[in-house]
């Protein structure tokens, strides 16, 4: 592993300037960032020049766009040397796997997002309903990333064990408790170790959150490498929806929040593991 690598930050938001061409379609969800701080894929591109970010991951934003993936896709396949994109089906939709089929072979989309949020209790994820798509993502070797709440975690589980063959994200380590060391209160995410597959990708959102609580991130960061290591962790910006700081400032952030780690572990971190779990992004000299 080199002594730096390229930054690729696996988890980035945009919102086109035309919203004629492509109409706002709010899930409502909490917040309204995609009108308060929404930045076009040209204008990410700028912020990635400033910060010394190389590539990213476009992820579809249900909260700004519901499951309409035009313009995260066109986004992507504008900069394909830049971006990989990702779509979102709705698993209660008509079709959801010739809508899958459709956004990935004909689109060009390189992952799927289950978006399975439930306040409440258990979801969907692996229901019977979900399954249809797990086994077209297994088919069209799509990743898959999969947006829960920690006390969902059980259900990711099952689906692990199911399909080991498909790679798996985890949005946001899964929003775990995040009590300060030992860490226990994160034991449910912590046992996911055994699944190889799992990604997780530690985020914006969840490094504040561990601010929020007067703790360290740095030692977060360092709990969750110790159990998975680094070639299993991913840093994603949730830019522009995460905008408590200029981009600049969120990947300065990133930096010292990871800067504890070797130099080996810490690009994996900030780049490596991305690279390798999405192979059109890697490096071309």
């Not at 309204?32 to 991951?57: N, R, T």
């Amino acid at each position: 592993m080199p002594e730096s690598c390229e930054i690729i930050d696996a988890h980035v938001h945009v919102v086109a300037e035309d919203k004629d061409t492509y109409p706002l379609n709010p899930a409502g969800l909490p917040g309204a960032w995609y009108l308060e701080a929404p930045h076009s894929v040209e204008s990410f591109k700028d912020c990635m020049d400033a910060a010394g970010v190389a590539k990213a991951i476009l992820v579809q934003p249900v909260g700004a766009y519901s499951f309409d993936n035009r313009y995260t896709a066109d986004a992507a396949a504008a900069y394909p040397q830049l971006f990989a994109g990702v779509c979102c089906i709705d698993v209660n939709g008509a079709d959801p796997v010739a809508e899958l089929r459709y956004w990935i072979q004909e689109r060009g989309m390189r992952g799927v997002r289950l978006f399975a949020l439930d306040a409440e209790g258990p979801g969907w994820l692996d229901k019977p309903i979900a399954q249809p798509l797990w086994q077209c993502a297994d088919e069209l070797a799509a990743h898959v990333i999969v947006t829960v709440f920690a006390h969902q975690l059980p259900e990711l589980s099952k689906v692990l064990q199911r399909y080991p063959q498909i790679n798996v994200s985890l949005d946001h380590c899964g929003f775990p408790a995040v009590d300060g060391p030992p860490w226990r209160d994160s034991a449910t995410l912590t046992n996911l170790v055994e699944f190889e597959n799992l990604y997780l990708k530690i985020t914006t959102h969840l490094l504040n959150t561990v601010v929020e609580k007067s703790h360290s991130p740095a030692q977060w960061v360092e709990h969750l490498v110790s159990h998975f290591g680094a070639d299993r962790l991913m840093w994603g910006s949730d830019f522009s929806q995460t905008h408590n700081g200029s981009y600049v400032e969120l990947v300065d952030f990133a930096r010292e929040a990871f800067s504890g780690l070797s130099a080996k572990d810490r690009n994996l971190c900030l780049g490596g593991t991305a690279a390798s779990v999405w192979p059109c992004l890697q490096r071309r000299d």
